[in-house]
C-alpha cells in the first residue's frame, strides 16, 4: 500500500478513504484549508469553496461553522467536514446548516480521530464512536449514513501515541508496515478480538446523503 507524506498514521487512513470518493458539482469544505493535501485526492470534475475562522489557512470565506452560513440553500454537491467535528462544541449547528446548504442527493463527508491524543485547532472537545456519528447523522436528517473504521488496531495506536519520537521520515514506512502485520495478525488469531480496528480505530470516516 502507498505512503503519503506524513508521519501520522491516522492522517494516511484519511487520504486512502478520500481517494475513493468522487463528486461532480461543488464542494464546501468547512474548516479546511487550500495548504491541505486532501483535497487534490478527490475524483470528479469539481470546484471548491474553502471555509475556515482562521484566515491564515488560505481560505475563499471567513465564517463561523457553529453559527449559520453565508450560503444559499441548496447550493452545494458535497459538504466535507475534515477532522471538525472534535473541534465543534455546537456541531449540532453545523450539522443543521450542512444540511440546508446541501442539493438534494448531496452528501456529508468527513473524518473524526477516536484514538488521539487532545489537540488544538483551536479547542478539542469531543472523540465519536460509530454508533454515535451513525445515530448523529440520522438525527440531522441525513439518510444512508456510512462509518467506516480507520485504522487497524492497537500497534496502530501504540505507533500513533508514539509519533513524537519517530524523528526521521525513513522509520515512517517500516513502522506502519509493522503496524499493519501485527494488526492483522491478532485480528487473524481472532476476528473480534477486543484490540482490533472495530474496538480501538485511530478514527473514523463517515458519509451521508440529504
Not at 444559499?72 to 454537491?77: E, I, L, T, V
Not at 503496524?179 to 470516516?205: A, E, T, V
Request: charged share 20%; net charge positive; hydrophobic share 40%.
Amino acid at each position: 500500500m502507498p505512503l503519503f507524506n506524513t508521519k501520522s498514521f491516522l492522517r494516511q487512513e484519511q487520504y486512502f478513504a478520500l481517494q475513493k470518493l468522487k463528486v461532480d458539482g461543488e464542494i464546501l469544505d468547512v474548516g479546511g484549508s487550500k495548504k491541505s493535501g486532501y483535497l487534490e485526492l478527490i475524483g470528479g470534475n469539481h470546484t471548491v469553496v474553502v471555509g475556515n475562522i482562521d484566515p491564515s489557512y488560505g481560505i475563499d470565506i471567513v465564517f463561523d461553522a457553529e453559527k449559520t452560513w453565508p450560503f444559499a440553500n441548496g447550493r452545494f454537491d458535497c459538504v466535507l467536514f475534515i477532522n471538525l467535528m472534535e473541534h465543534l462544541f455546537d456541531y449540532h449547528t453545523a450539522l443543521r446548516e450542512a444540511h440546508r446548504v446541501l442539493k438534494p442527493g448531496g452528501k456529508i463527508v468527513g473524518v473524526v480521530p477516536f484514538m488521539f491524543p487532545v489537540h488544538g485547532s483551536p479547542s478539542d472537545y469531543f472523540r465519536f464512536t460509530s454508533f454515535a456519528l451513525d445515530r448523529i447523522l440520522k438525527n440531522a436528517n441525513f439518510h444512508h449514513p456510512i462509518v467506516e473504521e480507520l485504522g487497524t488496531g492497537s500497534f496502530s495506536v501504540i505507533y500513533h501515541t508514539l509519533i513524537g519520537f519517530v524523528r526521521w521520515n525513513w522509520l515512517v514506512r517500516p513502522l506502519i508496515w509493522l503496524s499493519r502485520k501485527c494488526d492483522g495478525f491478532l485480528i487473524f488469531l481472532k476476528k473480534n478480538n477486543k484490540m482490533s480496528s472495530k474496538l480501538m480505530p485511530l478514527g473514523y470516516y463517515f458519509e451521508a446523503t440529504k
